[in-house]
């Protein structure tokens, strides 16, 4: 008896819509992570550089994110999805260029905050949040999740082979032609879609909305997942320079990035059936475990920390955005998430200028204060998050 093949999740529209995004959202990913297991190493050769100053260089990218979040979640809110998406992938290349040109760790500075300057994650998943059912949405959140997931195993795989044959330098123009294949793709491949229909803005109920307790836990741990991202791609890569060369290190990246897609890919399914609450403690229980095997400093150690690491990571990156996404109108999904994200990236200039000052006085302190921030995470979301997300 023949039996009816399984009837697809979304609609064909959906998945051309998840796709199409998911692609570029992937460009861009490669394009933001190719260089970043060796900023920190390749930073330290730079003029004028300090391990603060280092610091400052990878984690400013999230300040001038953090700032330019609300802007474009505002704006595109108002005139749509496409346009801002496309400005901020622009300036985001200009970064990236500039950092092709950097000879001092001051001017790596300006380029990274060049490159934050592209901050369109808010646009991305307000498109989404825009095309799918509230229903259907943490399951839609995990195809971009899977695609940066990808996209970030070719990164931090290919990274270490290409190092032995281009500069860092040379990565950067090389993620500056993926930046702008991105915008290439978005402009001729993706339909604009519908205006969302925005609202007049009213800073007494944006304000309200973000002191909400069901928004201020999340806002405050997606805080410090992004800090603790900065913080790991600090950390991460001084440990590996003592055991192994720059070209090992795909070793270690490539599988962890490999478990963590399984990890948000189950994790997504379980929040889907109403457990939100427990995968998001789960997640933060594992950052706090990888902080304390990072103390290890030995090999399996650091290859442990990674692997638990990217898990906990990837899974809130995926069920944060979502969550955030129904409890939210669409005329206002765009400025919120705006502001979720904006806090987000916040966290990612002060995990990656604590940390590099805490790295120059010992080392041992970034990852114990790694271990401390996780923990402030799980407990905020213990206490403050309900288990049953409202939806929109």
């Known amino acids: 008896m023949n039996q009816k093949p399984p009837k697809s999740l979304f609609t064909p529209k959906e998945n051309s819509i998840l796709r199409s995004l998911s692609a570029a959202l992937a460009l861009r990913q490669i394009g933001l992570l190719l260089v970043l297991p060796f900023l920190a190493t390749w930073a330290a050769d730079l003029e004028n550089s300090t391990p603060a100053l280092i610091g400052i260089a990878i984690g400013i990218f999230g300040l001038t994110q953090g700032i330019l979040q609300i802007p474009y979640g505002l704006w595109s809110d108002r005139t749509g999805r496409k346009v801002p998406f496309i400005i901020g992938m622009l300036v985001f290349t200009i970064g990236l ?3 092709y040109l950097a000879d001092s760790v001051y001017t790596l500075i300006l380029a990274r905050a060049l490159q934050g300057g592209g901050a369109v994650a808010a646009v991305i998943y307000s498109w989404i949040g825009d095309a799918i059912p509230v229903e259907k ?11 940066v997931g990808i996209s970030s195993v070719i990164a931090f795989v290919g990274g270490p082979f290409l190092i032995r044959v281009i500069t860092v330098e040379q990565m950067f123009l090389l993620c500056a032609l993926f930046s702008a294949a991105a915008v290439t793709y978005i402009i001729f491949c993706v339909p604009a879609g519908s205006k969302p229909g925005s609202a007049p803005f009213s800073m007494r109920d944006y304000i309200t909305a973000i002191k909400s307790p069901e928004l201020l836990p999340l806002y405050v741990t997606g805080l410090i997942m992004n800090y603790s991202l900065v913080a790991v791609f600090y950390i991460l890569p001084q ?18 990035v490999i478990v963590g897609m399984a990890v948000m890919r189950a994790a997504t399914k379980a929040a889907d059936a109403g457990k939100t609450k427990v995968m998001l403690l789960g997640s933060y229980g594992l950052t706090v475990l ?15 920390a990674a692997i638990v690491f990217f898990a906990s990571y990837m899974t809130q990156a995926t069920l944060l955005p979502a969550t955030i996404t129904k409890m939210v109108a669409p005329e206002r999904r765009g400025t919120v998430i705006g502001a979720h994200n904006a806090l987000t990236n916040c966290g990612s200039f002060i995990g990656g200028a604590l940390t590099g000052l805490l790295w120059g006085i010992a080392p041992s302190l970034s990852s114990s204060t790694l271990v401390l921030t ?10 403050f998050f309900r288990e049953t997300v409202p939806a929109t």
Request: net charge positive; hydrophobic share 60%; with cysteine.
């Open 290 to 304: 990888a902080g304390l095997l990072f103390l290890a400093h030995g090999v399996p150690a650091i290859f442990a």
């Open 97 to 99: 260029l500039l950092g």
């Open 239 to 256: 440990l590996i320079a003592q055991h192994m060369t720059r070209e090992d290190t795909w070793m270690v990246l490539g599988p962890s």
């Open 374 to 383: 996780a923990l402030c995470g799980g407990f905020a979301i213990w206490v």
């Open 137 to 147: 949405r943490n399951r839609a959140m995990s195809v971009p999740g899977i695609a």
